[in-house]
């Protein structure tokens, strides 16, 4: 899409304003489910953070089935809601929260905690014996890998081997009211790291090597897993893994039966940065200019929206449009002022909007309570965010 094309489209709206092209989100889901290859999509609702959203992307296609949420809030506040499949994506140790998930259970919902420990299984029993009804869990596997000085991956599971799953299996045993019900296991390094960065040819080389690696040795660590967990006689609902950067590679194990996906629906910047696909930013927004304190500097409103994670300039956001803008080095993107730096023929004027892409997808919606909709040139509906909604899990 251009400049004048957004521009036209969103005359005389206040600014900052969200939006997410439709028809660029129906391309982008078209494409991840094509990568996808046949196996069942759950969508990660920490990248999407919006039920209309969510209810679009499953009117997309019978692919998309279930969500990954990622507190139990959320979950439980989605399940009142309507939705059901839900998977937790990280560990509940809260009493309240855990019996507040059993209360939906025995409704007769479908809601997995995570758990890698003893004392989560631990937990989870107390309050499925309290509540009198037996919890679903998922077992997360670490999928990082460790090389010499190096550990390849995220911190986030303690179970990382075949040996690591008997102990656990071994403390499930004790646990009559939790049955485990799937395995889920996130390979970061693979997923979540670009190998395409622009101007860093020499590190893309050794992610790339890297991730070659790794990969060897984590796919049959799945399978031995999944594999234990099924011989000691667990009936699994799912195993679960990957996500928008490793779906080639994550689908090809027979063993997995769905991926997730968040982030390339929105496609934010960190997802530029992969040498095996490509797809197209669906979520923008829209800061002012408000002053041209020099020629072709043009210092817009507010948009600083850094994203979580080590601190560092991939997280911060990047102007959009029009082509060939750029923040100054020196300030980039603030909270009250942006100045943003453009020689380009389009003309910027005090009150014009200057478009802008966060670098990772569900947290632009922190920042606004709606987003527009748009589709063919016109805007079909303005839709609550999470925050929105005035909810607030994290």
């Known amino acids: 899409m251009t400049y004048p094309y957004y521009k036209k489209l969103f005359d005389g709206k206040e600014m900052p304003y969200a939006f997410i092209d439709l028809d660029i989100l129906k ?94 299984l631990q937990r989870i029993n107390a309050a499925g014996t309290k509540m009198d009804v037996c919890l679903p869990v998922c077992l997360d596997l670490d999928m990082s890998s460790k090389f010499p000085g190096l550990h390849f991956g995220v911190h986030r599971s303690s179970v990382a081997s075949v040996d690591g799953c008997k102990r656990y299996l071994s403390a499930l045993n004790d646990c009559p009211n939790v049955a485990l019900k799937g395995v889920m296991g996130y390979e970061a390094q693979i997923a979540g790291l670009g190998d395409n960065v622009r101007g860093q040819s020499l590190k893309n080389s050794v992610v790339r090597r890297l991730k070659a690696k790794s990969l060897k040795e984590i796919t049959k660590r799945r399978e031995a897993v999944v594999a234990l967990v099924k011989a000691e006689g667990h009936t699994l609902d799912f195993v679960n893994g990957g996500g928008t950067g490793s779906l080639e590679t994550t689908t090809k194990e027979d063993w997995v039966t769905e991926v997730t996906i968040g982030s390339g629906f929105y496609t934010s910047t960190l997802f530029d940065s992969y040498l095996k ?27 600083g929206y850094v994203a979580s994670g080590m601190p560092g300039t991939d997280k911060a956001p990047s102007v959009y449009l029009p082509e060939g803008a750029s923040l100054t080095k020196n300030e980039m993107a603030g909270e009250v002022q942006t100045p943003v730096v453009y020689k380009g023929s389009e003309g910027l004027h005090i009150g014009d909007p200057v478009f802008m892409r966060h670098s990772k997808a569900g947290e632009l ?30």
């Not at 927004?285 to 072709?296: L, S």
């Not at 606004?368 to 899990?393: M, P």
């Open 365 to 394: 919606c922190e920042r606004f309570n709606q987003l527009y909709l748009i589709s063919k040139g016109k805007i079909l509906d303005e839709v609550d965010t999470y925050r929105g909604e005035g909810k607030c899990f994290l």
């Open 27 to 120: 391309e982008n889901t078209k494409q991840l489910l094509i990568r996808s290859h046949n196996k069942k999509v759950r969508l990660a609702t920490k990248s999407i953070r919006c039920r209309s959203i969510l209810d679009t992307l499953f009117k997309e296609s019978d692919q998309i089935q279930g969500l990954m949420c990622f507190t139990a809030p959320e979950a439980i506040w989605l399940s009142k809601q309507g939705y059901d499949d839900l998977l937790i994506a990280y560990p509940t140790v809260h009493p309240n929260h855990l019996e507040a998930v059993a209360k939906e259970v025995k409704k007769g919902k479908r809601i997995y905690l995570m758990t890698d420990l003893p004392e989560h």
């Open 277 to 303: 696909f490509r797809h197209l930013p669906a979520a923008v927004y829209a800061i002012e200019v408000v002053r041209i304190p020099d020629e072709d500097i043009y210092t817009c409103l507010g948009g």
